[in-house]
């Protein structure tokens, strides 16, 4: 996986004088089935979220209020994604090294994955991420 697999998502809208509304589902909007529901909030000014990979796990990452950025770097190059509007999503395959920061007060990041909580999908070594890329 490289950073050629990262998308940013744009999800439908339903404008209205009533207020707006979008969505995804699974195998639709998101290239996978959702087992897993999370989302962060409440992150004190200057906080960083992640700094790991995931061996065989993705992801899909709204900023449903305010914003913050997600850094993403697949062992070779590094982006950073800002992410501040609730109709845009960011796809993470698995393999990609990367944490959160720059959350603005009141932000609220929602994140889906296709596997449930597993302690052991969890890469916390940068070194190790790097030699797990090299037999990728
Ligand atoms: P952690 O993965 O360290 O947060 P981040 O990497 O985004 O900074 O998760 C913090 C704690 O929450 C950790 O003890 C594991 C627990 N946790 C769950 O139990 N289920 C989950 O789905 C997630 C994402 C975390």
């Known amino acids: 996986m490289t950073l050629n697999d990262v998308q940013i998502i744009q999800l439908p809208r339903f404008l209205d004088e009533r207020g707006n509304l979008s969505f995804f589902e699974n195998d639709k ?3 996978f089935t959702i087992a897993r529901t999370y989302w962060i ?5 200057g906080e960083e979220r992640g700094g790991h990979a995931y061996t ?3 992801e899909f990452i709204v ?3 305010g914003s913050f950025d997600v850094v993403l770097n697949d062992g070779h190059n590094k982006k950073t994604y800002s992410l501040n509007r609730s109709y845009l999503g960011l796809y993470v395959p698995k393999l990609i090294w990367r944490h959160m ?3 603005s007060t009141n932000s609220l990041a929602l ?3 296709d596997k449930e909580y597993d302690a052991s999908q969890y890469i916390h070594d940068y070194d190790e991420f790097k030699r797990t ?3 990728e």
């Open 111 to 113: 994140i889906v994955s």
């Open 56 to 58: 065989d796990l993705q």
């Open 63 to 65: 900023a449903i209020s």
């Open 133 to 135: 890329k090299r037999h």
């Open 41 to 45: 909030y409440d992150v004190p000014g």
């Open 101 to 103: 920061e720059n959350f």
């Open 29 to 31: 909007q998101i290239p």
